[in-house]
């Protein structure tokens, strides 16, 4: 068991672990030992998100607990004796919460009895919170049977650290929420149809979609961390004044009502991408990185990938229909898309017109209105890695 000297050290890298400085199963064998405990785990009794679950543990079987409280709710029972819902930086003894006669009733308690002490020792809430109750668990406590002065012992170390570890929870959790963001974002941008570069409110190069990574090849444009910069002098001037005026708008709370627009041409002799900077709401402070402009390039040249598969799941075209349709889309005449599948132009025509009833439209340019229009252009398959 651990004295005050080594509980504030502990409390400190606690603290560091909420940031991933700390392995988790390293740090709670630390707080297990500290409090006089020899087995531990943190479990997730009651979540909006997913099924309870521990999450991880020292000395015990994650799985056999994960098991245990999916099936019998163990920690919301126990819970249950208090009358009321446990706070965060509560802890209690499971005497406290319970008898032997009790516990001994219980459906759950062949699962604990199969080990040592495991039935008896403490629990701490760290969080309660509408969204879950996450609960450490100790078990096993060292010395067995337990003396009055260790059981005094423990409940000021408990008391001490209870406050910091539901602080440092509450860091965890909010920290890997903003991870989550993070990847939300990127899996959104990257379903949309164009290539986009987000900046930060510094200039740096906050996030970039896939379709961007796969367009940006050095052919006008060049990406570095640092920003997205044209090849041509001129260019890259009016791209970087341009980035800049909505950034700097941005962090003043002021949202240009207007986009930006600059063309880049390309070396390669490929008509000239089109680059519109458009502003994104500023955050209600000015610190901190934060999203502040994106870049969406245009590649005229560029025909959409899209999926014979997704078009007849979409407007349940037959293979042959969703051919013509998407080569409609594409700007081709009905004797290239012919020619292309082998087919006579007569049988294109015939193609074309069931996908007009189909689609319920009469025209070309109406059906590849609906085409451009539709989800078919969203890369829902796409790798959602970006800076």
């Known amino acids: 068991m651990g004295d005050f000297e080594t509980l504030d050290i502990l409390i400190e890298d606690i603290y560091a672990g909420a940031f991933g400085k700390l392995t988790s199963t390293g740090l709670l064998e630390r707080i297990a ?16 998100f997913s ?28 819970a249950a004796r208090l009358g009321r819902p446990m706070l965060a930086g509560e802890f209690a003894f499971r005497d406290e919460l319970m008898s032997d006669e009790e516990l001994q009733a219980q459906p759950w308690f062949p699962l604990l009895a ?5 039935q008896d020792g403490m629990r701490i809430c760290l969080e309660n919170s509408p969204e879950r109750s996450i609960f450490a668990v100790f078990r096993n406590p060292v010395p067995w049977p337990e003396q009055p002065e260790d059981r005094a012992q423990r409940t000021r170390l408990a008391a001490r650290l209870a406050p910091h570890w539901v602080r440092a ?8 929420l903003v991870d989550v963001l993070r990847r939300a974002y990127a ?22 979609n896939a379709k961007a990574q796969r367009l940006i090849t050095g052919d006008g444009l060049i990406l570095r961390r640092h920003g997205l910069h044209a090849l041509e002098d001129t260019e890259n001037q009016a791209l970087q004044d341009a980035i800049s005026a909505v950034i700097e708008a941005n962090l003043h709370h002021r949202p240009h009502k207007h986009s930006k ?55 349940g075209f ?23 599948h082998g087919n006579t132009v007569i049988t294109a025509r015939n193609l074309l017109k069931r996908a007009f009833n189909k689609a319920g439209v009469k025209r070309q340019n109406e059906l590849t209105r609906l085409l451009l229009n539709s989800p078919l252009l969203f890369d829902l398959d796409s790798d959602t890695s970006g800076m």
């Open 114 to 118: 199969a080990e040592p002490a495991m």
């Open 318 to 340: 037959t293979r042959a229909e969703a051919q013509v349709a998407l080569g409609i889309m594409q700007g081709r005449s009905l004797e290239q898309i012919a020619e292309t």
């Open 169 to 176: 929870t509450h860091l965890y959790l909010q920290i890997d």
């Open 261 to 315: 627009d600059v063309v880049v041409s390309r070396p390669s002799g490929r008509r000239a991408y089109q680059v519109i900077v458009k502003p994104l709401s500023p955050g209600r402070f000015g610190d901190g990185r934060r999203p502040a402009a994106a870049a969406v390039i245009v590649d005229p040249d560029e025909e959409f990938i899209v999926t014979l598969e997704r078009c007849q799941e979409i407007f």
């Open 33 to 48: 030992c500290c409090l006089g405990y020899s087995a531990a785990g943190i479990v997730t009794a009651r979540s909006m």
């Open 187 to 208: 899996e959104a941008a990257n379903m949309v149809p164009y290539a986009m570069v987000v900046f930060d409110n510094g200039g740096d190069v906050f996030l970039v």
């Open 51 to 78: 099924e309870p679950v521990c999450s991880f543990g020292w000395n015990i079987d994650i799985r056999k607990w994960t098991r245990a409280e999916r099936q019998f709710g163990i920690q919301a029972n126990l």
